[in-house]
């Protein structure tokens, strides 16, 4: 009966254990994603004006075809804001 209840108590224990895992995983993905992102940007800014003109984007096929719809204030460029709304997505 003793046995039972120690089995009982770690396999609860790992459980508690692995869901703490995977939360702390989870909390490092954005942080991973931003950078990832910002490195994309620096790439994509070929000419290192601190925004991606359309020609830049073409050289990447994700960011061309969403490149309309990311430029929130029209101007015809991103800007790191507008870049990372889109590396989201």
């Known amino acids: 009966m003793i046995r039972k209840y120690q089995l009982m108590f770690a396999v609860g ?3 508690i254990a692995n869901a703490s895992m995977t939360e702390l995983a989870m909390a490092d993905e954005p942080v991973q994603s931003v950078a990832a992102s910002t ?17 830049e984007a073409s050289a990447d096929p994700k960011i061309a075809d969403k490149f309309v719809a990311a430029d929130a204030n029209k101007d ?14």
């Open 39 to 55: 490195a994309t940007f620096s790439a994509l800014d070929a000419d290192k004006d601190g925004r991606i003109s359309p020609s």
């Open 76 to 89: 015809g460029y991103l800007d790191p804001a507008e870049f990372q709304a889109i590396s989201k997505s």
């Open 13 to 15: 224990a790992l459980s």
